[in-house]
């Protein structure tokens, strides 16, 4: 299938298509015409790339994982290789530590807000 049925099927847009094609996360074969042409499971790939930069993964990760999982219900997505778990335990507690890294500085920033109130008042 050409881009645009890739993109009519899976929602994304044929600019961000090619943007995987460009990091490694599709490979659409070139037709002499210079055309892509994606396979019918393309259309899973897209949408197991898009689950994973929703759970906040870059897509330098994703070009990582992406061949170690597959899709188990058409909902969840599943390890396949037995160092994926570890390498997704340490993303998570990368995303922890700047979650709790932005929590401290909201915080520090609620004190200046306050101060400031007070300071109006």
């Not at 009519?8 to 490694?24: A, C, D, H, I, N």
């Not at 993964?57 to 899709?71: E, K, N, W």
């Not at 609620?110 to 008042?121: E, K, L, N, P, Y």
């Amino acid at each position: 299938m050409r881009i645009g049925e890739l993109s009519r099927r899976t929602g994304v847009s044929e600019r961000l298509l090619r943007y995987y094609e460009q990091q490694g996360l599709l490979q659409p074969e070139r037709l002499p015409s210079g055309y892509r042409a994606y396979r019918v499971s393309d259309v899973a790939v897209v949408r197991r790339i898009r689950a994973l930069l929703a759970a906040g993964l870059s897509t330098a990760t994703i070009s990582q994982v992406l061949p170690c999982l597959r899709d188990d219900d058409g909902e969840h997505l599943v390890p396949t290789c037995p160092d994926l778990l570890g390498e997704l335990r340490a993303e998570r507690e990368r995303m922890t530590a700047a979650i709790e890294e932005l929590e401290l500085s909201r915080s520090l920033l609620d004190r200046v807000i306050t101060a400031g109130q007070s300071a109006m008042s």
